[in-house]
C-alpha cells in the first residue's frame, strides 16, 4: 500500500489529453513539491515535472503539473504512442522523514 | 556529461551482505543529494535513503538499521551497504542525483539488480 495514491491505469485516443491523479496529505503533497516520472519497459525512469510544475531541459509542453491541497496532478496533451509508459508521483514525507511514491500508473495510448 | 554507473548487484543469499557502488561523473557527489531508489520485480518504485550534500541520511523503515548510505569523495562515488539481506530486498536498485523534498531526480543510473535468495 503506497502513502501517495495513483489510478492503476488510464486510456485515451492519439492525439487526446490525459490527466493522473496522485492523492496524498498534508504531511507530504500538502507541504512539500511533487515530482512525476515516467519509465518505459525495461529502462530507468525518467523525471518529466519538478517542483509541482516545473519542466525539465527537454521535456515538451505537452506534459504539465499542477497541486491543489493534498493532490497533484499530470496533464499529458497530444498523446502518443510512444507515450505509453508507467507514471510515478512522488514526493517527501515530513511525519516518516522519508521519501514516497505514488504505485505508478499504466497509461494506454489506444 | 551527467552520468551515474551502478555496480554490485548480484544474486546473494537470504542474511546476507552486499554493498553497492554509483559512479558519477560530471559534477560532484559530495555537492548535491544523492538517492537510491529501488524496484521490485513488476512492482513499483520504493525510496530507500538519501544523503544530504551536508552528510545527514535518512532511510526508508523498511531498510533502517540494515542499510547504510555513504560516499567516498576522492572517488566520488556513493555507496549503500545492505545487510541482513531479506526476500523482500530483491530489486533494481538506482543510484539517483537529487531529492523528494524539492527538485526531485533529474539523473538516474541504469540500475543493478539484487537478487536475494533462500
Given at each position: 500500500?503506497s ?12 492525439g ?11 504531511s ?83 | ?44 518504485l520504493a ?19 540494515r ?5 567516498d ?46
Amino acid at each position: 500500500q503506497s502513502v501517495l495514491t495513483q489510478p492503476p491505469s488510464v486510456s485515451a485516443a492519439p492525439g487526446q489529453k490525459v490527466t493522473i491523479s496522485c492523492s496524498g496529505s498534508s504531511s507530504n503533497i500538502g507541504n512539500n513539491y511533487v515530482s512525476w516520472y515516467h519509465q518505459l519497459p525495461g529502462t530507468a525512469p525518467k523525471l518529466l515535472i519538478y517542483e509541482n510544475n516545473k519542466r525539465p531541459s527537454g521535456i515538451p509542453d505537452r506534459f504539465s503539473g499542477s497541486k491543489s491541497g493534498t493532490s497533484a496532478t499530470l496533464g499529458i496533451t497530444g498523446l502518443q504512442t510512444g507515450d505509453e509508459a508507467d507514471y510515478y508521483c512522488g514526493t517527501w514525507d515530513s511525519s516518516l522523514s522519508a521519501g514516497v511514491f505514488g504505485g505508478g500508473t499504466k497509461l494506454t495510448v489506444l | 556529461e551527467v552520468q551515474l554507473v551502478e555496480s554490485g548487484g548480484d544474486l546473494i543469499q537470504y542474511g546476507g551482505s552486499l554493498r553497492l557502488s554509483c559512479a558519477a561523473s560530471g559534477f560532484s557527489v559530495s555537492s548535491n543529494y544523492m538517492t537510491w531508489v529501488r524496484q521490485a520485480p513488476a512492482k513499483g518504485l520504493a525510496w530507500v535513503s538519501v544523503l544530504s550534500s551536508g552528510g545527514d541520511t535518512y532511510y526508508a523503515d523498511s531498510v533502517k538499521g540494515r542499510f547504510t548510505i555513504s560516499r567516498d569523495n576522492s572517488k566520488n562515488t556513493l555507496y549503500l551497504q545492505m545487510n541482513s539481506l531479506g526476500a523482500e530486498d530483491t530489486a533494481v536498485y538506482y543510484c539517483t542525483r537529487g531529492r523528494l523534498s524539492t527538485s526531485g531526480f533529474d539523473y538516474w543510473g541504469q540500475g543493478t539488480l539484487v537478487t536475494v535468495s533462500s
